[in-house]
């Protein structure tokens, strides 16, 4: 049996709860996502035997293969979409995950609202994700247009904004992502005193491999990380 991903699984629980400790917090408050994008199921087995139950996928596609080859085996699973979501694969989506964290826009959230409105029993979980280093290449609300969309969405029956994501800007040194998880950290803050109806920001999806100590330190509440539990080309 390979012990590698137990041994990282780990690892990685010793780290949080070092950073819980340094800055007072509750092991408790911060949820490890898997991230098991381009990874084989029998990887994502393994972590699951190591006692890993929260995932985290890309693309739609890809989990939806993923989770049926794990069907047979029953286990007790979760997972999230982490990646860009197209319109058309809204329906499909709001089945097979229990949390979206990549909501960009108010025209995404309104199909969400849409489909879930006759797909789901229960309001759609949903977080929103921001641009906070405005990098033309990522995905994301630009932080200057987040209350006002986050408003206009708050009027959606079939969504639950549960809080907001990010992934800032790649620093070698992960002390320099710092202000923008803390920007993203202030940006709920001020969300929650607006007390809309369907928004909680209970959680802040922030913190990937190389800076989620600092992540944590910053309050991410779901912490997604790929390469330190999976390794670099995945197994
Ligand atoms: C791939 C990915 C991660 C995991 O990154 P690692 O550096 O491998 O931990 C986290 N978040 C998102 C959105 C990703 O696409």
Redesign the pocket.
């Known amino acids: 049996m390979n012990t590698t991903i137990a041994a990282r699984l780990a690892a990685i629980h010793e780290q949080i709860a070092l950073s819980c400790q340094r800055c007072g917090r509750d092991v408790a408050s911060v949820q490890l996502l898997a ?1 098991s ?1 381009t990874v084989a199921a029998a990887a994502v087995q393994q972590a699951a035997a190591a006692g890993q139950w929260l995932f ?1 996928e ?1 693309r739609v596609q890809e989990a939806a293969i993923k989770q049926s080859q794990l069907a047979s085996l029953a286990l007790p699973l979760k997972w999230h979409l ?2 860009p979501l197209q319109r058309n694969k809204v329906k499909q989506a709001i089945t097979l995950f229990d949390l979206i ?1 990549s909501v960009d826009s108010v025209a995404l959230a309104q199909e969400i609202d849409r489909q879930a409105s006759s797909q789901r029993t229960t309001p759609m979980p949903v977080l929103v994700q921001v641009n906070v280093g405005r990098e033309p290449q990522k995905h994301g609300l630009m932080p200057e247009a987040v209350v006002a969309a986050v408003t206009a969405m708050a009027a959606l029956p079939h969504l639950a904004i549960c809080g907001l994501m990010a ?1 800032p800007p790649f620093c070698d040194d992960p002390q320099q992502v710092r202000p923008w998880l803390r920007q993203l950290a202030q940006l709920a803050d001020q969300i929650d005193r607006l007390k809309l109806a369907n928004v909680a920001m209970q959680q802040l999806s922030m913190g ?3 800076d989620f100590m600092v992540a944590i330190e910053e309050g991410a509440t779901l912490i ?5 539990l999976f390794g670099p080309e995945g197994v």
């Open positions: 991230v994008k985290g890309n982490i990646g964290h992934i990937m491999s190389h997604r990380i790929g390469t330190a």
